[in-house]
């Protein structure tokens, strides 16, 4: 999950340039793996000589370098190959145009859209076309048949397929909980808010009556935010008041309601919200760095100093993440809110599950790869869905239990002190690999997932959502190289203006004076030309369902 945060908050994490080696030593690889649901593996390489590959991973800051993970020099083994691995944690967008435009790449690219379908696109000839070579991975043949879409997401307008996706089934619908302080709410003798009015009531009481109890009035920070406008755990979510349904992070604004595409961005509810969050900066409600502090400063605040809890009100992936295991127990996960007691629409939630279960272009294959066979043949090992969750979670035997009848369990991170999410991140690839993960594989989560699926409770009526009608297939359609350069180059512009004048509105106040200039800008920048070509695409993908 930490991986979506850094998707759209890259600016806001310490980047780190590291540099590992793996694979290595002889041995035959002339196994054929098997999954427990059946899937069977290609045959290994009947030379006894491992094959020599390279491959470049986008991996997450906090994770060990790729030869400490030991299920990844099974799949090695068992794939006979020895890959010379490349490791980045930050600036992949600014390497990845040098390196695409001299035509000097890795046999793999491993990450989330890691090479983009632009990409794919711009440098036609450079990536092989994956749906030729099925035949040799049988994994990947399973996770087609046994979820169609994940070939919709792989497959090109043309039928060609460069990127393979991931499946990993376990995510809630939502990435992002609400969450208030109960311990601060039962010592002020307070009532759970549930509409804007009421929040705005409880904060204030936050703010003035040392909630913490410790004596000092002035250290409580009522609300927090990683800053942003939308993406994970921002306050765009406070949109789903207004009956609106945001999905997979919204970063850029758009979504669909009544099968029409819009953008929240020029819409009068976003007008509405901006101004509560600026009446709530103006009576000193929300973290003054709330626009300046990067996303370690967000964290560790929220975790206060021993029993100490610092934050009142904010998002969140788990409590246990947000706040610490210590602080955690002081928090509750929250409904939606309405907008006030009156109203009568019926609030809504970001829904996430395509994004959170899916990704887009998580490995993919030079099309100068001198040993493809081979390269495939690791590919489909990665597919294995017994490899697939260790991918995700960690190492069968230190992250995971065999328990011995077919069935797994997640264990708890070795360091007692250490949540079990960081724990993932520190030891697989986690949410950044290329997997698929049956939905017949019997796992049992860890306590960080049956925290996150228990917290989701609170959201699943504002969940049940009209998909049809009321949800943007963002990962199911392809554009144009035309189109999406359109859409790339006016998101940079409309985005640019959006922000600067979201955190001047917040904390200086302006945006009933200055909406309507606004909304004429940002339609100069290129949002109804977007709102235009993403309608045609959206229509035609219904059309074809």
């Given amino acids: 999950m930490r991986k979506k945060v850094i998707v759209f908050m890259s600016s806001v994490l310490v980047v780190v340039m590291l540099l590992a080696g793996c694979g290595s030593g002889g041995g035959n690889a002339g196994n054929t793996s098997s999954s427990p649901d059946g899937a069977a593996g290609t045959p290994g390489n009947t030379t006894g000589e491992k094959v020599k590959l390279t491959a470049i991973m986008t991996k997450h800051p906090l994770t060990k370098p790729l030869a400490e993970m030991e299920w990844l020099q099974q799949v090695e083994d068992k794939a006979g190959v020895d890959i010379e691995w490349q490791e980045i ?120 009556k040392d909630a913490n109890g410790n004596g000092d009035p002035n250290d409580e920070i009522p609300m927090d935010w990683p800053g942003g406008i939308g993406g994970y755990f921002n306050p765009a ?47 000193g409600l929300i973290n003054r760095e709330v626009f300046t502090h990067d996303y370690t400063k967000y964290q560790s605040v929220a975790r206060g100093e021993g029993d100490t809890a610092k934050v009142g009100f904010t998002w969140g992936w788990v409590a246990s993440d947000r706040f610490g295991e210590q602080l955690a127990p002081q928090y509750t996960s929250m409904a939606p809110l309405k907008v006030s007691a009156a109203d009568t629409v019926k609030p809504s939630w970001m829904y996430d599950y395509y994004n959170l279960n899916y990704g887009v272009n998580h490995i993919v294959m030079s099309a100068k790869a001198k040993n493809k ?12 869905p017994k490899v697939g969750i260790q991918v ?21 991170p070795a360091d007692a002190k250490m949540d079990p999410g960081t724990w993932k991140w520190t030891s697989t690839m986690a949410d950044n690999g290329a997997f698929y993960i049956s939905d017949d594989m019997k796992l049992t989560l860890g306590k960080d997932m049956q925290e996150v699926l228990g917290q989701s409770e609170p959201l699943k009526e504002a969940l049940q959502v009209d998909q049809e009608n009321d949800i943007f297939p ?49 339609q100069k920048a290129g949002i109804t030309q977007n709102l235009e070509i993403m309608q045609k695409y959206y229509e035609e993908y219904k059309s074809k369902k």
């Fill in 89 to 208: 944690t930050a600036d992949w967008g600014q390497k990845k145009g040098t390196m695409l435009a001299s035509g000097d790449i890795p046999d793999l690219f491993i990450g989330p859209n890691v090479i983009t379908d632009a990409d794919f696109a711009q440098f036609q000839g450079l990536f092989q076309d994956l749906s030729t070579m099925l035949d040799q991975a049988p994994n990947v043949q399973a996770m087609f048949e046994a979820k169609p879409e994940t070939r919709l997401i792989a497959t090109q307008p043309d039928g060609k397929i460069y990127g393979l996706p991931k499946y990993q089934r376990f995510w809630p619908a939502a990435s992002t909980r609400q969450y208030i302080n109960q311990k601060w709410l039962d010592h002020l003798g307070l009532q759970m808010p549930t509409n804007w009015d009421e929040l705005y009531d409880v904060l204030v009481a936050f703010k003035e």
């Fill in 237 to 283: 979510v406070l949109l789903g008041s207004t009956g609106m349904t945001l999905s997979d992070g919204n970063a850029e604004g758009y979504f669909v309601e009544d099968g029409q595409v819009k953008n929240y961005l020029i819409d009068d509810r976003y007008k509405q919200m901006v101004a509560f969050l600026s009446k709530l900066y103006k009576a």
């Fill in 373 to 384: 066979e081979a390269a495939m043949r690791f590919i489909n090992e990665l597919y294995d």
């Fill in 392 to 412: 995700l979670f960690g190492s069968i035997g230190p992250n995971i239990q065999d328990n011995g009848d077919g069935s797994y369990s997640v264990l708890p």
């Fill in 474 to 522: 963002a990962m199911f359609i392809k554009y144009s190289t035309m189109d999406n350069n359109t859409l790339s180059l006016n998101n940079t512009n409309i985005m640019n203006l959006a922000n600067a004048n979201f955190a001047k509105w917040v904390t200086k106040g302006g945006v009933e004076a200055e909406w309507d200039a606004y909304v004429k800008e940002a």
